[in-house]
């Protein structure tokens, strides 16, 4: 059984950087596609970034450049470095897996999800 949890979330002042860090608990994690999603209050959750098991990313456009997505198969962990973040960035980032190629940043092509960890950007 796939577990995933999250960590690294915090507060921060607009400007600031966080890093975000998912350990994936179960085998084969090379072969699963990875993925960063966030959902603020009343809002719908969306995709963030994505890497696949050949390590191509995908990112929203609303964080090029100042995201980046990267993954350790030796650690089992997925990454997202946040930078110049911005109040807009607030909401609680989950951790996607699957095993295949889902839809990058479509959040129901994922199959396994992780409890989150919430972001917080002052201005």
């Known amino acids: 059984e796939v577990q995933l949890v999250e960590s690294g979330g915090g507060s921060v002042q607009s400007g600031g950087s966080l890093r975000l860090s998912c350990i994936f608990s179960g085998n084969y994690y090379n072969l699963y596609s990875m993925g960063w999603f966030r959902q603020a209050p009343g809002k719908i959750r969306e995709g963030v970034a994505a890497i696949d098991r050949d390590g191509t990313t995908t990112d929203a456009d609303s964080v090029k450049g100042r995201f980046t997505i990267s993954r350790d198969n030796g650690k089992k962990t997925l990454y997202l470095q946040m930078n110049t973040l911005e109040p807009e960035d607030t909401a609680i980032y989950y951790c996607?897996?699957?095993?295949?190629?889902?839809?990058?940043?479509?959040?129901?092509?994922?199959?396994?999800w992780g409890q989150g960890t919430q972001v917080t950007v002052s201005s």
């Open positions: 996607a897996a699957n095993l295949g190629r889902p839809v990058p940043l479509r959040p129901s092509t994922y199959g396994y």
